[in-house]
């Protein structure tokens, strides 16, 4: 299929149309829920992210791929995560959206770019290894499922020691829930070596209460309880078939009850009647025994392919392509030499006023 034209749509004009604009997204077979626009919306409220959609049209006047931008204004930082998304798997337009991504960064003058490919997509660019993330299939029946856990996984006996000790789950009903589960994950994060003062971490409160607002029909929330006590939690998120493990809770004083081992287990079976075919069990750290849970359960590893460019390098990637993009090199000048110029105004004054 032929490619007629590209459109990218700003910040502004996005929150007016962001209802037609996700039907649009969603109807493409490939995806992420990090390239949603309610995704999008989410980061927007919590740390005031700039959104931008770039859509691709083909011959049939029809979008067939997009891809969502979000640009910190305050740091310059422009990213993309787990893009893009596509009518049918093409090499060649995915080749043109990472180039595209490039561009538009450009034109945002954005002072670093981070683009992250979604696992399973294949380009001609260059990427390099960015991560790796742990890939579960589930579009088999259970009783497959479960007789691929081995013995030595200790999956099995995990999941049965949780049913034999009065460990029960249920999905997230009242606003009660969702703050048990913010506090088990601040304590996971604490006891995993993770700052909470990072700004995700920082903000997870607010997160969280977005996701539930604004991905109603995008996640599940599910605790683990013994008698009246929370134990364990698993946040999904989820969007076409594919969903993404993306925060987990566990009071450290319960482990002997192999909770999250049960809600692993469970988690599958709902996620399978959702219609989902892939779980992403996200980063995994090949060289940290931390990641060991979730190594378990993954049939592949595959890597997290992107890039991560600054200013002066991202502007040599961009003109080596595009040679003839002269007002480019002209903002570009532009740029270095205020900064240059600012650079010496602030160094003199500090040796003047020393």
């Given amino acids: 299929m032929s490619l007629i034209k590209t459109k990218i749509i700003k910040h502004k004009d996005l929150l007016k149309g962001v209802d037609y604009l996700e039907k649009v997204v969603n109807s493409l077979k490939i995806g992420s829920i990090f390239q949603s626009l309610r995704w999008g919306l989410t980061l927007h409220n919590v740390f005031g992210y700039e959104i931008y959609l770039l859509l691709t049209y083909g011959s049939n006047s029809e979008v067939v791929a997009s891809l969502l931008f979000l640009r910190d204004k ?6 993309c995560i787990d893009g893009p998304c596509l009518s049918y798997p093409d ?16 034109a945002l003058r954005a002072k670093r770019l981070e683009f992250r490919l979604l696992p399973g997509l294949e380009t001609s660019e260059s990427l390099q290894v960015l991560s790796f993330r742990g890939i579960k299939y589930i579009d088999k029946p259970l009783g497959e499922i479960w007789r691929s856990f081995s013995k030595k996984s200790h999956v ?3 999941v049965k020691r949780a049913i034999r000790l009065g460990v029960k789950i249920y999905e997230a009903r009242s606003f009660q829930d969702y703050l048990e589960h913010i506090k088990l994950s601040y304590e996971s994060k604490i006891h995993g070596g993770m700052s909470p003062h990072t700004p995700e971490n920082r903000n997870l409160p607010k997160i ?31 969007s076409n078939s594919r969903a993404y493990y993306y925060d987990v809770g566990m009071d450290r004083e319960y482990k002997e009850y192999y909770a999250p081992y049960y809600l692993m287990w469970y988690s599958i079976e709902k996620l399978r009647l959702l219609g989902v075919k892939v779980i992403d069990l996200m980063k995994i750290d090949m060289s940290s025994s931390k990641s060991f849970f979730k190594r378990k359960y993954s049939d592949k590893i595959l890597p997290n392919k992107g890039f991560r460019t600054t200013k002066p390098s991202f502007f040599w990637l961009y003109m080596r392509r595009y040679p003839y993009a002269i007002r480019a090199y002209k903002m570009y000048a532009s740029f270095i030499f205020k900064y ?15």
């Fill in 74 to 79: 305050y740091t310059g930082i422009v990213f």
């Fill in 91 to 106: 090499r060649q337009l995915v080749d043109s959206l990472v180039r595209a991504c490039k561009r538009v960064a450009y």
């Fill in 156 to 158: 099995r006996y995990g």
């Fill in 208 to 238: 969280i209460k977005n996701i539930a607002f604004y991905l109603r029909e995008n996640h599940k929330l599910f605790l683990a309880r013994v008698d009246d006590k929370i134990i364990a939690t698993a946040l999904w998120l989820y």
């Fill in 340 to 354: 240059r110029v600012l650079n010496l105004i602030s160094r003199w004054r500090e040796k003047w006023f020393t």
